[in-house]
């Protein structure tokens, strides 16, 4: 599959002699498109590599990149919104790894090449897209601010900076910026917007303006932030319940076989009774099972509303809260139905790699 790779930069004002070109003004506009690049599923994470903040703002450097994030997700006709997952001190711009990083380059080492000129690309964000059915679903975005042609400040901490002989620039203003990009907007020609090309000092577009509002909302309106079953589980298993699908890899083989092995054709309480009678041969199994479907539940009960009926995931679904004792084959809840994927061992086998495609499917009546 094919991928794009677009660098989106913020024009310092040295530029600004090309603001007063006449042109007809144009409103928002995506990376690309339509279909316009988007994150699939919210909240879109991100880590910051803080070893590389500017010691003038290293304080408050992830404060403002986290504030910048939240002016997007601000408005309530948009579900878009971010979380940071911590520091990745190894993190870097150039790899589409699927892991997000915020991160500035300084001195001594060189601005490169391929971002830009130094003295006038202030920061650069990477988004990696691809097409997932009528869909541009965007896998992968780092940004990278420049610390070797510019000065940072923090305009609410130190609004005149501290930046002698250097362009200053401010770190929330150009954070904001750089993250309209990240979530998938390109530049608009709408005057005062966050998204304007070019920068001409100060923290004016450390706001957001309705433009930008406008885009953001197009881009992820109400609704938007509930990726579907398949993806939810998917990625819930790739992450949050990562190290239960590993211990389930281990521990649900043995219960899933025993139940792979009841006769479909048998009564349902003949059914039933060897179902049971599996769980009891396999405690650890049923334990490990639930342990993982009760996360992958958690997180996916807006997503999977069938497999995981109510909003608290595992509770809401009764799994794991019957008096006498677990009920995979009635729960109801998010697959985790060993039964469901009868003749489909090669699934559970591969459950480090995703376990998920058992944890969608409800169990066969
Ligand atoms: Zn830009």
């Known amino acids: 599959m094919k991928s794009f790779l677009r660098k989106a930069a913020l024009v310092a004002a040295c530029a600004a002699g090309i603001l007063s070109a006449p042109t007809e003004a144009r409103a928002w506009t995506g990376l690309e498109g339509p279909p316009y690049p988007v994150w699939g599923i919210l909240p879109v994470k991100f880590y910051v590599n803080a070893s590389t903040f500017p010691p003038e703002i290293a304080d408050t450097a992830q404060q403002r990149l986290v504030d910048g994030f939240g002016a997007w997700a601000t408005p309530e006709c948009t579900d878009f919104s971010t979380q940071l997952l911590g520091d990745l001190p190894d993190g870097t711009w150039n790899s589409n790894d699927n892991k997000n990083v915020l991160l500035w380059i300084n001195k001594p080492d060189p601005w490169p090449l391929e971002l830009g000129p130094v003295d006038s690309v202030i920061g650069v964000t990477l988004p990696v897209w691809s097409p997932d059915g009528d869909n541009m679903i965007i896998s992968d975005a780092d940004i990278v601010f420049n610390n070797v042609g510019f000065c ?64 953001v909302c197009a881009l992820y309106p109400p609704g938007s932030g509930i990726p579907s079953c398949n993806a939810c589980t998917t990625n819930a298993a790739k992450t949050e319940c990562n190290g239960l699908a590993m211990g389930c890899n281990g521990q649900c083989v043995g219960i899933y076989n025993c139940e792979a092995s009841c006769p479909i054709a048998k009564t349902p309480a003949d059914y039933k009774a060897c179902l049971d009678a599996c769980k009891m041969q396999f405690p650890d199994g049923v334990k490990a099972y639930e342990a993982y479907a009760g996360c992958i539940c958690n997180l996916c009960s807006k997503s999977c509303p069938i497999e995981c009926p109510g909003d608290s995931g595992a509770g809401g679904s009764g799994w794991g809260e019957e008096p006498e004792g677990p009920k995979i084959e009635e729960s109801g809840g998010c697959g985790c139905s060993v039964e469901g994927q009868r003749g489909k061992l090669g699934a559970l086998a ?10 969608r499917r409800r169990r066969r009546r």
Do not use: K, R
């Not at 501290?162 to 709408?190: K, Q, R, W, Y």
């Not at 591969?350 to 058992?358: F, M, N, S, V």
């Open 152 to 215: 940072w400040y923090d305009s609410i901490t130190n609004p005149g900076g501290n930046c002698v002989g250097g362009s200053p620039v401010d770190t929330l203003s150009i954070a904001t910026h750089e993250e309209g990009h990240f979530l998938g907007l390109g530049h608009t020609d709408v005057a005062g917007s966050t998204m304007e090309p070019f920068y001409d000092g100060g923290n004016a577009i450390a706001s957001i303006e309705q433009d930008d509002i406008d885009g």
């Open 350 to 359: 591969a459950l480090g790699l995703g376990l998920a495609a058992i944890a």
